[in-house]
C-alpha cells in the first residue's frame, strides 16, 4: 500500500489552547483516504510526530508484531507508543494537540511542521532551527554513507 507523501517546511503558532492551524498548502497533501484523522506521538528527537492515521496503522503494526517477551523490545515499543494520541482536524482546520506532548517537545507558541515521507514532525521553532543549523557532521560524508548503502551496500567512489 502506498504512504502518504508529506514536503515542506511550514511555521505555524499556537493559540493559548495549544491549537494549530492546519497549513492549506499541507492539507493538500493529505490524502482523501485519511478522513482527517491523524496520530501524534513523542519522535525520536525533541519533536513530535504526526501521521495520517491509515499510516500509523501501518507502523505500529509492525510494532506489534515484536516478539514481546524480548524486554528490549518491550522497552521499544512502550516508548515507541507512549503519548500517541488520536487528532482530528475540527471545522476550522485546526488540530489541538495533547498539553504533555507539547511539554515533552518543549513546544510553546511557535513551531515549525516539518513534512517529508510520510510524517509531519512538530518542532518548537527554537529546537527546530538548533537541530537544522547544527549539522551532526559533515552533510556531504553523511549523505555518502547512508545514500551509499542503497548502492549494494557500497560507497562509489
Not at 485519511?34 to 504526526?50: M, S, T
Request: proline share 4%; charged share 30%.
Amino acid at each position: 500500500m502506498a504512504q502518504t507523501r508529506f514536503l515542506g517546511e511550514f511555521p505555524c503558532t499556537l493559540d493559548a489552547k495549544g491549537r494549530l492551524l492546519f497549513p492549506a498548502a499541507l492539507k493538500k497533501q493529505v490524502p482523501v483516504k485519511a478522513k482527517n484523522q491523524f496520530v501524534i506521538h513523542r519522535g525520536f528527537e525533541k519533536c513530535l510526530v504526526i501521521y495520517a492515521k491509515h499510516d500509523w496503522e501501518e507502523i505500529s503494526a509492525e510494532v506489534n508484531r515484536l516478539n514481546l517477551y524480548v524486554k528490549d523490545n518491550r522497552d521499544f515499543a512502550r516508548y515507541f507508543f507512549r503519548g500517541a494520541t488520536p487528532l482530528v482536524l475540527d471545522g476550522t482546520n485546526r488540530l489541538l494537540l495533547p498539553k504533555s506532548l507539547c511539554d515533552s517537545a518543549e513546544i510553546k507558541k511557535d513551531i515549525v511542521l516539518f513534512g517529508y515521507a510520510n510524517r509531519i514532525e512538530v518542532w518548537s521553532e527554537k529546537l527546530y532551527r538548533k537541530q537544522m543549523d547544527e549539522e551532526p557532521r559533515d552533510f556531504v560524508k553523511l549523505a555518502e554513507e547512508v545514500m551509499g548503502r542503497l548502492n549494494s551496500g557500497k560507497v562509489n567512489s
